[in-house]
């Protein structure tokens, strides 16, 4: 059954496709048929990241295994436009990838050239390494990236995913309990300019993860995630941070850089996206050049939520909360939260 959540995304993802017979918000029935397309990797399946090119198409990533439990594989599918399965992706529109572990997707980005970044962790027994890996367009590890198409992501555990324009892969997670970020070259390495050794960590001075990240025009790194209280506490509240390029906190932001929300209940960022001036994608990229406000999508949640485990060697707990939630969104500005 979960292999249909790969579906859905899709479904979704196009269900707003106009269609000649349709009223807002059915389903595209032009699309697969009826608007649904599915696509099976096996006995189990679970999609963690989409995003749609510019040509309709739909790239889905997530993992697979032999049961719901796992272990699992690195999976992704690619959709035509029309909601097939596209042959010229891996033979057959699918591609999976055994990285010795328990392989699992947490984020998914796409480069200028059509190349694939996907971030997520290996498991081992009880130890976690969280990963980077680059596909071609044609959907097979990319060898010019760290040799074989996978290289370690430089932080305890990665959320996140984001592409400079020159071609290097921001990561975005936790380690320690604080903020982490991380910078790898365009081929796959530890980016020595980023901070003296490729990756820092931002204390808020509680229990922090960052669950999103995006670069702007002027290659500024923006980090969305969530702050707990102190150790025992449930509450937790909406967290950002803004770094130059060269790896610091930027004080033209908030003052010192980050900035937090309390909303009086737990609150958890879960991603981000820059706000466009107008219908058409150059004024987004204009938008994102100028510093223009940015949008984070996060939860709201009433009762207890689950703390992020973010220490090396354990798996990450589940982003979802436990108790009744409700959607919610800031808009901030170039210079500060508001």
């Known amino acids: 059954m979960r292999r249909l959540l ?17 009223h807002p918000g059915d389903l595209d029935a032009t699309y697969a048929d009826d608007g649904r397309a599915t696509a099976g990797f096996g006995p189990a399946g679970f999609g963690e990241a989409m995003l749609v090119r510019p ?21 992704l599918l690619k959709l035509r436009a029309d ?11 699918k591609q999976t990838t055994d990285l010795g572990g328990d392989d699992r997707v947490v984020a998914l980005a796409r480069q200028g ?6 971030a997520g962790s290996v ?33 305890a555990s990665a959320r996140g995913v984001a592409i400079q324009a020159d071609g290097a892969i921001v990561v975005a997670g936790a380690e320690g309990g604080d903020f982490a970020v991380a910078r790898l070259t365009a081929a796959g390495e530890p980016d020595k300019t980023f901070s003296g050794d490729g990756e820092l960590t931002t204390d808020f001075g509680q ?8 670069v702007d025009g002027d290659r500024r790194i923006v980090a969305v995630g969530s702050t707990f209280g102190p150790s025992g506490s449930e509450a937790a509240d909406f ?7 060269g790896g610091a906190l930027d004080g033209s932001f908030a003052g010192d850089g980050k900035q937090t929300t309390d909303l009086g209940c737990t609150t958890a960022a879960s991603t981000a996206c820059w706000r466009p001036t107008a219908r058409s994608s150059s004024a987004a990229a204009a938008a994102s050049a100028s510093g223009a406000p940015w949008w984070s ?15 090396p060697g354990t798996r990450a707990s589940p982003r979802r909360p436990t108790t009744a939630s409700s959607a919610a969104a800031w808009r901030c500005s170039p210079t500060a939260a508001s």
């Open 83 to 93: 909601g097939t399965p596209d042959p010229a992706f891996s033979g057959d529109g």
């Open 207 to 214: 229990d922090d993860t960052a669950f999103d990240v995006l």
């Open 297 to 311: 999508r996060a939860t709201a949640t009433t009762g207890r939520r689950i703390r992020p485990s973010t220490a």
């Open 123 to 155: 498991g081992t027994g009880d130890a976690t390494t969280a990963v980077v890996a680059r596909y071609t367009a044609a959907g097979v590890l990319d060898k010019t990236f760290s040799g074989d198409g996978v290289t370690p992501a430089g932080i």
């Open 113 to 118: 050239d059509g190349k694939l970044v996907v």
């Open 55 to 75: 040509d309709g198409a739909v790239i889905l990533a997530g993992e697979t295994g032999a049961s719901d439990v796992g272990p699992f594989d690195f999976a």
């Open 6 to 22: 790969l579906a859905l995304a899709a479904a979704v993802a196009l269900a707003g496709a106009p269609a000649a017979h349709a």
């Open 239 to 245: 967290a950002l941070a803004r770094y130059t390029p």
